[in-house]
């Protein structure tokens, strides 16, 4: 199979990143690139999704691995994995052993060595110039579970239809289940053995780059997990900061000690982006230098800064999110520009995961999960049109319809987007803007 019909494949079954925005897997699948990278990271606290995954599907997913590294003509695949103690290192490890072209690097375990620009430095030496995509610089970057779902699509025409999901936290039994697309995140802690907060919360992602959500949200291609906390929990208490008060108390306590771009993963790697300084502009209503604003563009939004280095409990992140959606909706993309130096003391300072858990009162949580490869029954899915980046998919169906699961419900928008399948067999019980609803008859 070649780079075209790779990428025919992937888009008439709807495979999109599993994590992340969800950039729908064709754009990347490009002929001539010179590296194909498997982020095996999983860096965030707590997560063991992919873990799951490799440990259970590891020959699938490197068999794929292999021919998308012919497929694209791509020089080498580098396999990028943490944990060589784990069950799913040794997997994976057997599985690579032999196949032409492909190496493996472990990597240390630190946050966020998942992140794409970090994950590269790792496995190849070499920095992304700051501005431009992997793809740009024909690095083409995969998740294990965008791996399984090519392998699926390529070799048994399945359609994405369903999702690991880690579901973790004050639940009975934690686990990582495979869940039709379109679940409510309550029903999915049902699953996991019920919840067993007193007052529950749920965490979309991971505790560093996630966010709190109803019980009603979804489950969707990009989610990879759900986090049931108590509401009282600091995790759950600092994501509802007001950002006027947060630039009040920028003003007012902010010591500039440097300390949030000092461990600034990114920064570290040449990245033009230095959150102090974005903080004391905040605070002081700097217009002067307004590189300030727009290095806020390059920022990939870890959390270091705010869940981890700053002494003071500020949010630097949020504040860097906040004019970075606003740059973008204002039609502002970051400039494409060279690398500064590396910090030379940057081993020193990457931050290690245990602490990391520890710091974000998570310790407790962190324990082995139970893996169920089955698919989950639910009744009613709600299926977002918009799982992806790009534009929404376009409903194919109509109210009061049956549908058989792996059917196409809606076909994939103009230009970026993807298509979306039912994945349960049903009733479409309503359409609207967002969703499509199906009610599982059986």
């Not at 139970?370 to 109210?399: N, W, Y």
């Amino acid at each position: 199979m070649d780079a075209k019909q790779l990428q025919e494949t992937a888009k008439r079954n709807g495979v999109v990143g599993a994590g992340g925005v969800g950039f729908p897997t064709f754009m990347k699948l490009l002929e001539q690139t010179g590296t194909v990278i498997l982020n095996c990271a999983e860096c965030e606290p707590l997560m063991q999704k992919d873990q799951a995954l490799l440990s259970a599907f590891a020959p699938q997913i490197l068999s794929m691995l292999e021919e998308v590294r012919e497929a694209l003509q791509a020089e080498e695949a580098v396999i990028g994995i943490r944990g060589e103690k784990t069950e799913a290192f040794r997997a994976v490890t057997e599985a690579a052993d032999g196949r032409k072209g492909i190496r493996t690097v472990t990597l240390a375990d630190t946050y966020p060595a998942g992140d794409e620009i970090v994950l590269i430095y790792e496995c190849t030496g070499r920095v992304i110039s700051p501005g431009r995509l992997p793809v740009e610089e024909k690095v083409a970057v995969f998740n294990p579970e965008t791996m399984l779902n090519l392998y699926r699509a390529v070799h048994q025409e399945l359609p994405v239809t369903e999702k690991a999901v880690a579901v973790l936290g004050e639940v009975g039994e934690p686990s990582v289940m495979l869940l039709p697309v379109g679940t409510a995140l309550k029903d999915a802690a049902e699953l996991a053995g019920g919840i067993t907060a007193k007052d529950a919360a749920f965490y979309l992602g991971g505790p560093m780059m996630g966010h709190p959500v109803s019980g009603q949200s979804v489950v969707t291609k990009t989610t990879g997990a759900v986090i049931v906390l108590e509401r009282s929990h600091p995790l759950i208490e600092r994501a509802g900061k007001n950002l006027t008060a947060e630039r009040r108390r920028t003003a007012s306590v902010c010591c500039q000690c440097r300390t949030c771009t000092d461990l600034c993963p990114r920064h570290m790697l040449g990245y033009p982006i230095e959150p102090h300084r974005m903080m004391r502009a905040v605070s002081g209503g700097e217009i002067n230098d307004l590189s300030v604003y727009t290095d806020a563009l390059y920022c990939s939004g870890c959390g270091i800064c705010e869940k981890y280095a700053c002494p003071q409990g500020l949010s630097p992140r949020a504040i860097l999110m906040a004019f970075k959606d606003g740059l973008r909706k204002a039609g502002v993309r970051a400039e494409k520009t060279e690398a500064l130096q590396i910090e030379a003391n940057r081993e020193f300072r990457r931050v290690p995961t245990e602490r990391l858990t520890a710091r974000l009162g998570l310790a407790q949580y962190r324990q082995r999960v139970l893996f169920d490869p089955s698919v989950k029954q639910v009744k009613t899915v709600r299926i977002p049109l918009l799982q992806h980046a790009g534009a929404p998919a376009v409903p194919a169906v109509r109210e009061k319809e049956g549908v058989r699961k792996s059917q196409l419900i809606a076909e994939a928008g103009d230009g970026l987007s993807a298509g979306i399948h039912a994945s349960v067999d049903g009733i479409v019980t309503e359409i609207n803007e967002r969703e499509i609803i199906i009610t599982n008859v059986q």
